[in-house]
């Protein structure tokens, strides 16, 4: 007939089920490795179970949650086709929000939206998210891949996550315990993280090749610009679960992310206390930084405010103690191979960030 419609498949309209199915196939041994006790189940059923039932000795259990992405960092591995790693970013940036409550991440779930779905690409992608689920002690319980065909261009994608964690109400940490004359110390950071990607971008990778972005610079200590910036993001929160139950007397976390020390420092403080960072002099912080750091700030011509408000500036996370405390916070860290140093210190204040 005339007017008989067309066949058109899904495959037709850009979406491919069966390499969506070969992909979960590539991904499953990587999830399994990040099984907990606590996990019910397997990948393939419509929801995710988690039993609650080991933490029922708990005086008070409070669930934790947190989401986030990696940004325009993925613009980069897009550049570079390099996949393996960015999915750690996505775990970083999701576990190291939850645990300055003092919470255990307990499970993770994922979502990749991408213009054509090739099963080896979200395998490389996935492997990373197992990798930084594993680093943080959650299990990678669930998930979704999505083709978006005409909606984005097949070699693009996004990531976005989700992590639920626990911690008793009693052992919650933050602003209300910190007290005049703590102490703050600084864990390092591995690099720029995920945040700043979009300055990253316009001033040190745009109008480069694939090539001029892997050859060694001098300036970043003989690393190319390309595995500088896409160092994954140091997860913090498996060690810092361990030094909390192993009964590190810490106050408060702030997780130096977006907006840098200056717009994250204040989260972990009440308002009757400022937080005083030893800024340094022109040489930068006297912790030191990844040279990929000060490159940055030197290519966008920031000025030091500017800079502690857009980088991490060499501090990935920053911790809270009495100066009594200062020595045992310092040992149970080191114990779980962090290098903390002295940042600053709380003094009288507004709740604000300021430097000396």
């Known amino acids: 007939m005339a007017d008989q419609p067309k066949h058109v498949t899904y495959a037709d309209a850009g979406v491919d089920v ?44 409070v669930l934790v949650s947190g989401t986030d992405g990696v940004g325009t960092k993925l613009a980069i591995a897009q550049l570079l086709d390099r996949h393996d790693t960015v999915g750690e970013d996505l775990v970083a940036m999701c576990v190291d929000d939850v645990v300055p409550i003092g919470a255990e991440p307990l499970f993770f779930l994922d979502y990749v939206a991408i213009g054509k779905l090739r099963a080896e690409h979200v395998a490389q992608i996935v492997a990373g998210i197992a990798e930084g689920c594993k680093k943080s002690g959650c299990a990678l319980v ?35 315990k910190v007290k005049v004359g703590d102490v703050i110390l600084g864990l390092p950071s591995s690099g720029i993280h995920s945040n700043g990607y979009s300055l990253v971008r316009k001033v040190a990778i ?49 997780h130096i992310t977006g907006g840098g020390i200056t717009e994250n420092l204040n989260r972990a403080l009440p308002s009757d206390v400022d937080a005083v960072v030893y800024r340094g ?14 490159y940055m700030v030197k290519a966008a011509g920031l000025t030091p405010d500017e800079a502690y408000k857009t980088f991490n500036m060499g501090v990935g996370m920053s911790i809270i103690c009495s100066p009594e405390d200062k020595d045992e916070v310092v040992a149970r860290l ?22 000396r």
């Open 18 to 61: 069966d390499e969506g199915a070969r992909a979960v196939d590539c991904i499953k041994d990587a999830v399994k490795a990040t099984n907990r006790p606590e996990v019910i189940g397997g990948l393939g059923g419509f929801g995710s179970c988690f039993s609650m039932k080991g933490f029922k000795d708990m005086e008070d259990p």
């Open 142 to 176: 669930g998930g979704e891949m999505a083709e978006h065909p005409g909606v984005m261009n097949p070699d693009d994608y996004d990531l976005a996550g989700f992590v639920v964690g626990v911690v008793d109400r009693p052992k919650m940490i933050g602003p209300e």
């Open 206 to 254: 745009e109008g480069k090749t694939v090539e001029e972005l892997n050859e060694p610079l001098a300036e970043l200590g003989g690393e190319s610009l390309a595995d500088a910036v896409l160092r994954p993001t140091t997860i913090y929160a498996g060690g810092l679960v361990r030094a909390l139950k192993a009964g590190a007397p810490i106050h408060a976390m702030a």
């Open 281 to 294: 002099g022109e040489d930068g912080p006297a912790w030191g930084m990844p040279p990929v750091i000060p």
């Open 334 to 355: 080191e114990a779980e191979g962090f290098k903390p140093f002295v940042m600053g210190e709380c003094v009288p204040g507004e709740g604000k960030v300021t430097y």
